[in-house]
Nanobody, 122 residues
Framework: QVQLVESGGGLVQPGGSLRLSCAAS????????MGWYRQAPGKQRELVAT???????NYADSVKGRFTISRDNAKNTVYLQMNSLKPEDTAVYYC????????????????WGKGTLVTVSS
C-alpha cells in the first residue's frame, strides 16, 4: 500500500507564485519517475512536469520557463514551484509516481494523489 498526498494549492493572483508538495508514504522499495499533472474543468488531464530518479526533467510547453519540478529522495517528496502564474494555470494538480512496492514479489506501477486545487484569479 502506497499513498501520495499533495499540499500547497490555493488562490493566487496572476503573476504570483505557489509551491506544491507531494509526499509518498507506505511500503516503498524505490521510486522511479515522479510528476505533476493537472486537470481544468471540462478538460482532459495533462502532463505538467516529470522528474526521474536521476534528476532529469521534462515540462509541458505551456509551463516551460515558469515552473520548476524538483524532488527530495530522502523524503520521498516531489515539488512544483510555480511562478508567473496565469489564469490558464487554474486546475486541480495531481501528483504521480512510479513506485516499486517493498517486499518479495513487490510490484511496480503508477500511483496518484487526490489532487490539490490551484486557482489563479484577481
Amino acid at each position: 500500500q502506497v499513498q501520495l498526498v499533495e499540499s500547497g494549492g490555493g488562490l493566487v493572483q496572476p503573476g504570483g507564485s505557489l509551491r506544491l508538495s507531494c509526499a509518498a508514504s507506505g511500503r516503498i522499495f524505490s521510486i522511479y519517475a515522479m510528476g505533476w499533472y493537472r486537470q481544468a474543468p471540462g478538460k482532459q488531464r495533462e502532463l505538467v512536469a516529470t522528474i526521474t530518479s536521476g534528476g532529469s526533467t521534462n515540462y509541458a510547453d505551456s509551463v516551460k520557463g515558469r515552473f520548476t519540478i524538483s524532488r527530495d529522495n530522502a523524503k520521498n517528496t516531489v515539488y512544483l514551484q510555480m511562478n508567473s502564474l496565469k489564469p490558464e494555470d487554474t486546475a486541480v494538480y495531481y501528483c504521480n509516481a512510479d513506485i516499486h512496492v517493498a517486499g518479495l514479489g513487490g510490484s511496480r506501477r503508477d500511483y496518484w494523489g487526490k489532487g490539490t486545487l490551484v486557482t489563479v484569479s484577481s
